[in-house]
């Protein structure tokens, strides 16, 4: 995925503490937390012969950021749409704040306080980008048919959504875009506003998937600010990521998936160490530099990169 | 060839009860395709809805006739309900298909010989005129009284004054949604549902209300041409709808204004060309042309039109240009 901007930034937010001590018991796939705000239970999604989530039970810990991690397929972002109502499930059981969500829309689960983000970013193109944020404020008087007719029933509370927009923008440092169309944003900008928009909406949980996907370094910096932000309000986060250093600099708790199922979890030093995480999703030469092996790129060999040869060597005697 | 005449014949065809009913239904389909992005190819399917109602309700219940045209509105309501309760939860162009089987469905049932003395099959309705005529509060006059090519009889004013001022109420009203927070999510489903949805908001109970509103706008046209003319079921083929479609991309389909200035230049432009060609052919201008060519050489010039306006002008004469520079 994206390369990794945030090991050569000496001013990563790596100085704001994590929160530790989320878990009881030995950690292992699964563990109790002490304060779960998301509660999965044999959460099973199949597209026909392809069983895409198979999870038995996972707890996401409250007010803390998590990260979930895994390679491509893993069933990550199908998860994130089976817990938020946009697919269902073959079976299973979730609970948010000890209030079951399955079988509920998608509205409703969002209403709730659980409100999501997209991989591919869903910028409201032509509507401004004031218009966006204002969308994302839930209970709006306006928004009923027959009061929209009667300015006077909303106009005093769409005057206190449009500040809070203002607000918002601000601190998301696109005050000065609030009169443009979503269009013209930059990737990177569409991925704030994205998030500003479901701040708009007062969640308790925010679901990223991908927040860094396609953002320059110059933005990577801010969001990450602005994610670590969520959880100092008191906000849980729980995003994708597939750029190590992030994950490792600002989640408090990984859980890993591979083929559809948690393989691991437990804090980020600890979980990233784990051979079978290295193995599903890091792959078995992630030190090695690719360019040295091959020879494109001059440098000195490593143990690891011998090793690789070796085995390389190997293969091909085998193959002759 | 009478130039004047032709003018003439062009400028009266404005004010006409048909164009009135062109500008309610593109009105309609502004609210469905340009604000909510519904693709209904059931336009003409509404319209029949609506004009059926108000007719059937004076010819075979004896109602009033703003009675009537209360239940023709109903009618539309139902007929939007049976479209959007299985279609609206799937992707978009499902709309399109149901709608446009849907509309045929309705002309073939009003079509058939089947309910005869109700909808009057091939011949259509006529004679419900009389009540709605008998309502009309202008001072008596006989023969044409107006200005120029403006000249109506009693009857046709009295549509023309009834078609107006439903056009401007309808204008208002839809001003107003568009400018209030339930607009604002209607235009966000239009852009992308799934993102409307994870704010909240309960994206098939919007599409419903829109595909209503712009249902009983359409069907409000429907019932205004039939107060100015017969019913007729081969009024209310597919080729209306693709007119209705070619009137609203004229005008600008986000707009409040372009179906109205669409709706009108296309009537216009309709009615100037089958004046003006069969003229032509007569003074020997376009010796490879028929009389009777020359009036389908309309419609074929009429579809090159919409082409030429979907790839060169999308966002229509009304639109914001730059809209133009996003097109997705």
């Known amino acids: 995925m994206s390369s990794s901007p945030m090991s050569s930034d000496p001013t990563a937010p790596a100085s704001r503490p994590k929160t530790t001590g989320l878990h009881q018991g030995e950690v292992r796939p699964g563990v109790a937390k002490v304060d779960p705000i998301l509660i999965a239970d044999g959460v099973k999604r199949q597209f026909g012969g392809l069983t895409a989530v198979d999870v038995d039970h996972v707890e996401i810990p409250r007010n803390a950021i998590t990260a979930l991690i895994g390679p491509n397929g893993a069933g990550k972002t199908t998860f994130f ?240 | 060839m009478d130039i004047l005449q032709i003018l003439s014949n062009t400028a009266a065809q404005i004010l006409s009860p048909t164009t009135i009913g062109f500008v309610l239904a593109a009105i309609g389909l502004a609210v469905h395709f340009g604000f909510t992005g519904l693709l209904n190819m059931g336009v003409a399917g509404f319209m029949a809805v609506g004009a059926y109602g108000f007719a059937i309700s004076i010819l075979t219940f004896g109602l009033p006739w703003w009675v009537a045209a209360f239940i023709g509105i109903l009618a539309a309501v139902v007929f939007a309900l049976i479209l959007g309760i299985p279609t609206l939860r799937l992707r978009g162009d499902y709309l399109a298909v149901v ?109 419903m209300q829109a595909l209503v509103v712009g249902g009983v706008i359409i069907a409000l046209g429907g019932i205004v041409t039939a107060m100015g003319t017969n019913v007729n079921p081969n009024v209310y083929v597919t080729s209306q709808t693709f007119y209705i479609w070619t009137a609203l991309l004229l005008g600008g389909a986000a707009t409040i204004f372009g179906p109205v200035l669409g709706a009108v230049l296309f009537w216009v432009v309709r009615a100037l060309l089958s004046n003006l060609l069969p003229a032509l052919v007569n003074i020997g201008a376009l010796p490879f042309l028929s009389g009777e060519q020359s009036q389908m050489l309309v419609f074929v010039l009429i579809g090159l039109a919409l082409m030429l306006l979907v790839i060169f002008r999308p966002q229509g004469i009304l639109g914001n240009r730059k809209e133009l520079t996003f097109v997705k």
């Open chain 2, 99 to 207: 709608t446009i089987a849907a509309a045929e469905v309705v002309r073939l049932l009003f079509l058939t010989t089947a309910f005869r003395p109700v909808t009057g099959s091939a011949d259509g309705l006529s004679g419900f005129h009389t009540d709605f005529r008998a309502s009309n509060p202008l001072p008596q006059f006989s023969g044409n009284v107006g200005f120029g090519p403006w000249s109506y009889s009693r009857d046709q004013w009295w549509v023309i004054i009834v078609g107006v001022i439903l056009v401007v109420i309808v204008l208002l009203f839809v001003w107003a949604l568009m400018r209030s927070p339930w607009g604002r999510v209607i235009k966000g489903i239009r852009e992308d549902e799934d993102a409307v949805r994870a704010l909240g908001k309960n994206v098939f109970s919007f599409k």
């Open chain 1, 81 to 320: 749409n089976l817990l938020t109502g946009f697919d269902k499930p073959n079976e299973g059981e979730w609970s948010f704040n000890g209030r079951s969500l399955s079988g509920m829309p998608a509205f409703r689960v969002a209403r709730l306080g659980l409100v999501r983000t997209f991989q591919l970013t869903k910028a409201l193109g032509l509507l401004t980008v004031l218009d966006n944020m204002k969308l994302g404020a839930t209970g709006q008087r306006g928004e009923r048919f027959w009061t929209s007719f009667l300015p006077f029933l909303w106009r005093g509370q769409d005057q206190e959504i449009e500040a809070r927009a203002r607000d918002l923008l601000m601190r998301f440092k696109l005050d000065a875009k609030e009169a443009d169309f979503a269009a013209s944003l930059s990737g990177g900008q569409r991925k704030l506003l994205e998030m500003a928009r479901a701040l708009m909406g007062e969640p308790e949980l925010v679901m990223l998937d991908e927040p860094m996907a396609g953002v320059n370094p110059a933005l990577t910096q801010s969001l990450l600010d602005h994610i670590l932000d969520l959880k100092d309000q008191g906000m849980t986060v729980l995003f994708v990521e597939h750029d190590m250093h992030m994950v490792r600099h600002i989640a408090d708790w990984v859980i890993v998936m591979a083929e559809g199922r948690v393989v691991a979890e437990g804090p980020p030093d600890t979980v990233m160490k784990e051979q079978a995480v290295i193995d599903a999703y890091l792959g078995a030469h992630q030190d090695v530099d690719l360019g040295v092996v091959t020879g494109r790129v001059k440098g000195e060999h490593t143990t690891a990169e011998r090793e690789l040869l070796e085995e390389i060597e190997d293969v091909e005697e085998e193959g002759e």
